[in-house]
């Protein structure tokens, strides 16, 4: 899946989003998304985006928005996202974003923006009425944030997929109507990792807005609480230590984090395991996973207790995806008939 890169062909380009709406990443987004971004640095021309406009969608407070922001930039860095390889920046810095949205959502129809099963559950949350215009048009926005940088691929998690199917309709849409502009980009979506499950609610997808804090790994949680978590995962009946998505979700989740994080495959960890009890798989399960925390927590703290660095390199982002949305926005203003600006 991976698209090879000589030295001498320019680099394929990758571009994802993050929002800054929790006080930690959990597991879900580290091994759909992040941890592939990090790899992704090597091979392709990588922008990274914290989407703060999408942050907003939902109802917010400004304060906290901030605090994340930042938390969220420190994450990104402590996992090992390198400034000088990659384009790291903060979505509402670059005001290209909001610009491209308005013109892609002339081109959306009301009905194909309704059928986004992200905006169906979200607003089914909060009552239809209640949601607000911002969140309808949310996929429209993701969509503008891709196009922008002429992305050939989108590393993200399974639930982003409709998403993309839009953005790619989108910018043929856009390229039909008006001559060639965008790229029509690939998910990038490595099956193994693309949907990480919740440890009390094995079928549900681990999510920041799911019901128990208990089943959601966060990235910058204590030590004792990573622990007590995978130690409480809900499991299944029986004692075998087998994947079988449909018979045995827990133990199969827990399978699938452990093989991502230590590389030993499903099928080796389940004969390593055999005649032992959930309990074992467990404890070291837990250790794996602390190992690979604890190095992105320390240094996250590190890099939060220097906010104006961070707020630097956040500008040197910014300075560097402007360039290229600027560049892109141009193009789409003079396709799409505006009068020249500069
Ligand atoms: P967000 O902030 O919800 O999640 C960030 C990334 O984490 C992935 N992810 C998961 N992967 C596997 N298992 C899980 N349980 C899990 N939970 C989350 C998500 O798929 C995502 O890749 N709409 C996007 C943000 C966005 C974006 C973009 C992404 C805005 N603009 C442009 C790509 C390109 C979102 O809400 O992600």
Known sequence: MPIESSPSAPRPRVLSGIQPTADSFHLGNYLGALRQWVALQDTHDAFYCIVDLHAITMEHDPQTLRRRTRVAAAQL?????????????????????????WVLSCLTGFGEASRMTQFKDKSAKQGTSAASVGLFTYPILQAADILLYQADQVPVGEDQRQHLELTRTLAQRFNHRFGETFVAPEAYIPKATAKITDLQEPTAKMSKSSSSP????????????????IMRAVTDTGTEIKADEVNKPGVTNLLRIHSALSGTSVEDLERRFEGQGYGALKKELAQIVLDTFEPIRERTAKLLADEGELDRMLMVGADRAREVARQTMGTVRDRVGFLGRD
């Open 77 to 101: 860095f402590a996992i090992g996202l390198d400034p000088e390889r990659s384009t790291v920046f903060v979505q509402s810095q670059v005001p290209e974003h909001a610009e491209l949205q």
């Open 214 to 229: 208990q089943g959601i790994l966060d990235l910058l949680d204590e030590p004792g609480s990573v622990r007590k978590k």
